[in-house]
């Protein structure tokens, strides 16, 4: 079973709008690093965020981790149809990941 | 190789049969990790070498689970007397240093095995 759990599980948005998935564990975090996963490039790795950040940003994305919370947000601005995907948080301490978010976008 | 790589791509076994799952990682990759993947899903952590050494092995299913890594390169997940239940895309993981805490994994395509 999953440590992780990410809320929402199915999210769908319009193209150019922006899409807010969440994770929380119920053990401790360290560092957190968040995922991609499509068909067509299999998982690939987004952003790392260390347990002494609060947010980090990469290109389109913003990344919050609250370890009072053990919890983080994934925040994608602007969508694309290419941002279709499932969006995986993995405790980077345990190696897990959590059940996931499937992001649809609509163009 | 410019990416990890494994073998084979997809496997149909009947049950019962043995298979043996293969995993390339990228030269020099330190770590190598395990994940079974059920369709809808999340990867789960099947098991983690640093080199050659297995030094988490916690998530495998049951004793029908074996992984090695003899040269700490390539590494091999074997499944012994195939069940349904096993029928999963099995993903292999490697990343530069020890375990995922600075460092990212770079992750193959999957085997897809299903048990008939």
């Known amino acids: 079973s999953q440590q992780g759990e990410e809320d929402p599980q199915a999210l769908s948005i319009q193209e150019g709008e922006n899409a807010t998935m969440n994770c929380s564990y119920k053990t401790s975090i360290n560092n957190l690093q968040w995922y991609r996963q499509n068909s067509g490039r299999g998982l690939v790795h987004l952003i790392l965020i260390r347990s002494n950040e609060r947010e980090k940003h990469s290109g389109r994305l913003r990344v919050t981790l609250d370890t009072s919370k053990k919890s983080s947000s994934l925040l994608i601005t602007a969508s694309r149809a290419a941002d279709t995907a499932s969006y995986f948080c993995?405790?980077?301490?345990?190696?897990?990941f959590g059940d996931g978010t499937t992001l649809t976008v609509k163009p | 190789g410019a990416g990890v790589s494994q073998s084979p791509r997809y496997k149909v076994a009947k049950r019962g049969q043995d298979v043996a799952l293969r995993c390339d990682p990228i030269?020099?990759?330190?770590?190598l990790f395990w994940y079974q993947q059920a369709l809808g899903q999340g990867p789960e952590f099947l098991t983690y070498f640093q080199n050659e050494a297995q030094l988490d092995k916690s998530g495998l299913p049951s004793d029908r689970f074996f992984a090695e890594r003899p040269e700490g390169s390539v590494s091999t997940l074997k499944i012994q007397r195939t069940q349904q239940e096993d029928s999963a895309v099995y993903l292999c993981?490697?990343?530069?240093?020890?375990?995922?805490?600075?460092?990212?994994?770079?992750f193959g395509q999957g085997t897809r095995l299903t048990v008939v």
């Open positions: 993995v405790n980077a301490g345990k190696s897990t």
């Open positions: 030269s020099g990759h330190v770590s």
């Open positions: 993981a490697s990343s530069r240093n020890r375990g995922l805490m600075n460092t990212e994994a770079f």
